[in-house]
C-alpha cells in the first residue's frame, strides 16, 4: 500500500457507500499528490486507464477525499447541498462513512472509463465488499444509494467528478453478474436467427449439431434495438444494441435426418452460452436419372442383344421399363440389380434411395424387331409413379 498521511478516523461509523470520482490528472502524479502532506486530500484507491490500481488508504481509515471536510478534526458537521439519499439524511462528514476511489481521468474523458480500467473498477468494487463484510460485518447494497458520485455529494463544487458519462449504471449491473443469454429465435435447416448478451461482450457465435460437430461461425452481429431497449437499459450489455445474429447452415456439413442445433455465444471474457433447438436437414430433391450403358447409340445388331444400364431416384425405383420406338413393350424389370460403382459415383450423401441396387440388364431378341432403324426407350418408374426416359437409336441387320 502507498500510504497517504491524509487520513483520520471513521469515528465509529463503518463505510457503505462507495463514492467515485476522478482524478483529473495522470496516474501516477495523482497517487503524489494523494500522498503529500501538503495535499490535504487522499483517497482509498486510484484506478488507471491502463487498469492498474493503487491503494493509499486503509479501510478502516476514512480518506479525504469528498470535499466534507478537510483538515484533521474529522467529525466535522455537514450541512452541503447533497444530492444522495443518504448523505443529505446523515448530516455528517461524509468521510467517515464511505470508500473512495480515484479513477485516472480528464476532464475531456466526462467519467467514461477504458475497457481495463472498468474491468478494474468492478473487481475492486467486488473486494472492497468482502473486505468490508469481513471487516465491518456490512454488505454494501449495489444500488445506486450505495454506489454514488463525488458530485451526489458536493454538487456545486464537484459538479465534474466522475464527470456526467461515468457508468454507475453498467458498474453495479456488472458487479451483480448479469447473466449471459443466448436466444435462438427461429431454426430451420437453411438459417439459424438469434440474438446473445454477454457482459463482458460479444466476440463470436459458434453453431453445432448433435453436441460437438461444430459447423459454422460468426463475429458479425446485427442490430437488435428491441433487445436492447428490453434488456439492457442499465447499459450493462456493452453489445446490447448489436446482439443478433443471422447464420447460414452449411446443409451439406450435417447429415441427412433430425439433430439438435447448438448455438454457443461467446464473450470476450471466453465465457459461452448456450442455446438449442431441434432441426431435421432433408435430402435435396434431386432429379431422377435413367442411363443406357448399352447399346451404344447408332449400333447396328444382326443377333439377340442386351440392354443394359442403371436407374436413380431420391424416393427410389419401382420398377425400368423397356420399350421399341416408346410403345412397344419389350420387358420390365422389378428386381434391378446391384451396381457399386453408381452408387460410388453419384450417392456420396445418400440422396438417391438405393442407388446400390440400380442395375437393370435384359436380352432383346432381334426376332421382335424387324429390319431398320428403331429407337429403344428405357422408362425408369419411380417409387412416386413418375417416368424418367433415356433413348438409343438401333439398326437391325
Ligand atoms: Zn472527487
Redesign the pocket.
Known amino acids: 500500500m502507498n500510504k497517504s498521511p491524509n487520513v483520520s478516523s471513521r469515528n465509529g461509523w463503518k463505510p457503505d457507500i462507495i463514492v467515485c470520482?476522478?482524478t483529473d490528472g495522470a496516474y501516477a502524479g495523482s497517487i503524489t499528490w494523494l500522498c503529500n502532506p501538503e495535499s490535504h486530500i487522499s483517497a482509498h484507491y486510484v484506478v488507471g486507464r491502463n487498469g492498474q490500481m493503487s491503494q493509499l488508504v486503509d479501510l478502516q481509515q476514512a480518506a479525504w477525499?469528498?470535499g466534507t471536510q478537510t483538515g484533521k478534526s474529522g467529525s466535522a458537521q455537514y450541512t452541503g447541498n447533497a444530492t444522495a439519499a443518504l448523505v443529505k439524511q446523515r448530516k455528517v462528514n461524509a468521510n467517515l462513512y464511505t470508500i473512495s476511489i480515484e479513477c485516472e481521468g480528464f476532464d475531456s474523458t466526462h467519467g467514461i472509463l477504458t475497457d481495463v480500467q472498468f474491468s478494474t473498477l468492478v473487481s475492486l468494487i467486488k473486494s472492497i465488499r468482502q473486505q468490508v463484510k469481513s471487516i465491518f460485518g456490512i454488505d454494501i447494497p449495489l444500488d445506486r444509494d450505495h454506489i454514488i458520485g463525488?458530485c451526489e455529494i458536493t454538487p456545486r463544487e464537484?459538479p465534474n467528478?466522475?464527470g456526467h458519462d461515468f457508468p454507475y449504471d453498467r458498474l453495479i449491473q456488472t458487479v451483480k453478474g448479469l447473466p449471459a443469454l443466448t436466444t435462438i429465435d427461429q431454426a430451420n435447416e437453411n438459417t439459424v436467427r438469434g440474438w446473445a448478451l454477454n457482459i463482458s461482450g460479444l466476440r463470436e457465435v459458434d453453431v453445432y449439431y448433435d453436441g460437438a460437430h461444430g459447423v459454422t461461425s460468426t463475429r458479425s452481429f446485427t442490430a437488435r434495438t428491441d433487445v436492447n431497449k428490453l434488456l439492457n437499459s442499465h447499459g450493462g450489455y456493452p453489445d446490447g444494441a448489436h446482439c443478433g445474429y443471422s447464420i447460414t447452415i452449411p446443409t451439406d456439413k450435417i447429415p441427412i435426418g433430425k439433430h439438435t442445433l447448438g448455438v454457443a455465444a461467446i464473450g470476450k471474457d471466453g465465457s459461452s452460452k448456450w442455446a438449442y433447438k431441434d432441426i431435421t436437414i432433408s435430402a435435396p430433391v434431386l432429379p431422377p436419372i435413367a442411363w443406357i450403358d448399352s447399346p451404344a447409340d447408332g449400333t447396328k445388331v444382326s443377333t439377340d442383344f442386351t440392354v443394359s444400364g442403371w436407374g436413380v431416384a431420391g424416393e427410389g425405383v419401382e420398377r425400368v421399363d423397356i420399350y421399341a420406338d416408346g410403345k412397344r413393350g419389350l420387358a420390365s424389370i422389378k428386381v434391378l440389380s446391384d451396381r457399386p460403382d453408381v452408387d460410388k459415383t453419384i450417392n456420396a450423401h445418400g440422396w438417391y434411395k438405393d442407388a446400390l441396387h440400380s442395375g437393370y440388364a435384359v436380352t432383346v431378341p432381334v426376332s421382335a424387331l424387324s429390319k431398320g432403324k428403331h429407337i429403344i426407350n428405357v422408362a425408369v418408374i419411380t417409387k412416386n409413379n413418375t417416368a424418367t426416359w433415356a433413348a438409343k437409336s438401333i439398326t437391325v441387320i
Open positions: 470520482h476522478i477525499c469528498n463525488h464537484k467528478c466522475p
